[in-house]
Structures are given as C-alpha cells and as structure tokens.
C-alpha cells in the first residue's frame, strides 16, 4: 500500500461560506497541498528544484473524485490523510481522507502525472513515465 | 434535458499557479458560480432571499467527479455550460462542460443538495426533497 | 502595548503566482486568521458563538495600510505577529508583521471595528463602541 | 492624468464569508486582475509574453493603501475604474475605485514595479525603471 502521510488544517473564518461553512474548492486547496506535503516528506524535493534538475514541474490534476459527507466550520481542526493506492505507467491515483477527530468530512481520489513543459512551446505541458526514483521513495 | 445556461470566465493571473496554468479548484469555484447563475438565470431567487422565504440556504455539493483535459492560463477566456442532468427525490446531478472556443478544457458531474439549517442546531444542515416549484423553473 | 501573539503559516504551491512568489492578497487572508486568532487565544469566543451572546459577527476591515519589503515561495515558512496598536472608541489598529527567520517579508497596519447586524436590514452590519470586556481580555 | 479604464465584477456566493459580505482579500484579487487589465487595455502584451521578450514578469505590489466603506454581497454588480496616479523612476501608483451604482464600496492606491528575474538567481525578482514604451502607452 505505500506510506501515508498525514497534514493538519485549522478552517478560517475566510475559508467559510454565507451559509457558515466550509466552501467546497477550499478541501481541493487543502488536498492540493497534502499532495505535495505526501511527497515532499517521502522526500521528493519541491518543484521548483525539480524543474532544475528533471524538468518536472508538479503532478498537475487530470481527474477526480470526491466525496463530501459532513460540513465543517471554522475554529475546528481537520486531519488529511493521503496515500497513493495505485501506480500506472503514466499516472497514479493518490488518496485523501479528511477527518475531525473520529469523524469523516470528505475524500477525494486523485489521478495525476509528473509532468514536464513541451520543449518547442513553453506554456504547453505533458505527462511523462512515472520517474522510477521518485516511485520508489514513495512506498 | 431541461436548460442549459452559459457562463463567460476571463482568467486572471492570480487564478494560476507557479506552473502558470489554472489552478484546479479555481475551476471549482467557477463552476459553483455557474450552479448558482444556472438557478438565477431559470427564475429562482438567489439563497440569501430563499433562506427568508423557505428556508433554503444553498445547495451544497454532496459529490464531484472532474476531468481536466487540457490546461488554460491567464489572458484566455472560457464558457462554462451547465445544465441539469438527473432528478432524483433528494439530489440533483448538475453537469458543467468547460471550454476555450472548440477545445474542452474540464468538464464535472455534481451531485447537490437544496439543504436548510436544522431547527435545533442552527449550525447544521439538512438536504429537503427538491422543491417543486424550483424543478419546474428549471425544464 | 498590549498582548503579541504569533501564528505560523507553511506556504503551499496554490498560494504563489506565475511569478513562482506568493499572490498578495494570500498575505491579507493569513493576516485575517491572523486577526481572529489574536482574539481567541486572548479568550475572546469566535463569532459564530459571539453572534449569538452578544451580535457581534466579527471585526470587519475599514482601512488597511501594508508594505510588501521581500518576496517568498512554497517550501517556506513564516511567522505572523499580531498586536493591537491602538484602541479608539468604535475601532481598533490591529498590526501584522511577517517574517521568513529574521527576514521582513512584509506588514500591515488594519483599522478594524466590532460589528453586529441592523435591526432593521439583516443584510447590513455596523459597527459599536468597542465591548469593555473585549478590550480588557487584550490587554 | 492619463487613462482609466473600467472592469466589471458581478459578486459570487464563494466571494462572500460567513457575515454574508465579500471576504476583503477578494477585493485585492479584483485589483490585481483590474491592474494588469488596465495595462493589457492600453495595449501593454501580458507578461508571459512581456518575459519572453522583456523580462518583465509583472508588476509586484510594493505597497497599498485601501479604504473599505461599505459592504457589499452575492448577486450584486461592481465596477472597478483604474487609472495611475503617479509615475516615478522606478515605480507608479496605480489607483482603483470599486463602486456599485453610485455608491463608493472601496478604494486602494497601490505601489507596483515593473519587475525582472534575477540573472544570478531566477527564483529572485527586482524592479526596474519604468520602461519608457509602456509609460507611453499608458498615457
């Protein structure tokens, strides 16, 4: 199954709604960090280095799906835990599971790839192979 | 099928990442825009006169599922086209399709709620059967 | 002078830029938690229990005034430190300092009131003598 | 006193925090984006063309000063005017009036410059003197 790595969150009163709670693209922020939180503590260096080095320039989003089961207000504490439950070639799915304390908030599963900029257009991205190194600091 | 409603975006520089592409849950956002410019465009009136009238506060995202096919930076404009695309007792699923003129960009199926403050705790929420009168504004 | 407290912000790749930099107005979100953190951890409830006591539904921003002196990315750390410089009849100055270690990222002096909805117009707020009770636990 | 140009905003549920009124950080975002269409209006390429051909990755608040006067919520219709208020050797003020209708909402003067990467270390940025082709456009 690979490591899982877990991230704190304290909700702001700015990350709330008009109707007092959490507003949903807030958990996508949040599960966008622990992403990379997961494998910066498996010890992949952030992008900006590894666009020095690889060329990679972060594990944009192609799909998800996410589950919204409780609210959340702001003043409480919320655990995101992640994982990556499966390797493909080219992309991996990776988990989060958002709780307070003993209470599930949402999950979201994530397919993504590394991806590098197109050498004749810069604005363009693609995906490459999952880098064998990074692969096997994460499990 | 019922109606479809379109909603114009211009991406801004602070909707983009160090990648400079979208940041994915601004998507989110825009999209939860187009939910709300859906039921606005169709008749309904918008939840801060409904939560005084019956007691609606919004209807919050039970449930996603989102694919990013291509990605867009600032400068660019998108349409978002939204419709309903299923009635149930409770739920509705809402469909977003995302492009930049021919191309699509994203897409999502959402499952919402039309959700009211439970009478004993005003912090807590509760979906109600789909209202009649909003069903038939929107076919 | 008053209390100082300190709040620590770990930045995310989605709180930066094109420019690789943090977006400013991430900076005013991080002050604002900063702002109701200094509240609470003087003792003071938060305004959703607040609204309910008395009516205060928080303490809306009337003027800002802020220096932005280095530029900072994800990976980094910084410390917000709160005070409040200044207590007047109906507002408060309330100062942020930002700092990576020793480094000034930037600061920011607000001009905050306490507020509570119209009687009359619920969609309206204004503002009321500073609470003496409010005020004491601050200082 | 040069140009002014003019943005519209229609406020969205999302933009709004738990009082129900536009969150202030959202109105630096409208600023920002008011900002560089003001260049792009006067003819100026957007910077990730500018970098290519410049350097010029964009123009960094240094510094602003903003004056809230009046809430304003979901559903409503702003109008930002955008004008500079001062050219300097190395920086400008650039100034933006957010009004709905007639009534004053808020209003900011910020200090930007025009900024380059470092040669040494392009995860650093500094400002230059104001290019003489844009100020002209700008007139």
């Known amino acids: ?11 702001r009163f700015g990350d709330c709604d008009p109707a007092g709670i959490v507003f949903f693209p ?3 922020r949040w599960m966008d960090a622990a992403s990379l939180h997961f494998f910066m503590s498996c010890g992949v260096p952030p992008w900006h280095l590894q666009e020095q080095s ?5 594990t944009p989003l192609l799909e998800h799906h996410a589950r919204f089961v409780r609210s959340a207000t702001y003043g409480e504490h919320l ?3 992640t994982c990556i439950q499966e390797w493909r070639r080219k992309v991996f799915i990776q988990k989060h599971t958002v709780t307070r304390g003993e209470e599930l908030i949402c999950e979201s599963a994530e397919t ?3 991806c590098v900029r197109d050498a004749q257009d ?8 999952i880098p064998e190194d990074i692969h096997r600091l994460c499990e």
């Not at 810069?122 to 192979?129: D, E, K, L, M, W």
């Open 26 to 28: 807030r958990y996508h």
């Open 54 to 58: 690889t060329g990679i320039i972060g």
């Open 122 to 129: 810069r604005r363009r991205i693609h995906a490459i192979a």
């Open 112 to 114: 993504r790839a590394f």
């Open 79 to 81: 655990t995101i835990s």
């Open 1 to 11: 199954m690979g490591k899982t790595t877990t991230m704190k969150v304290e909700i």
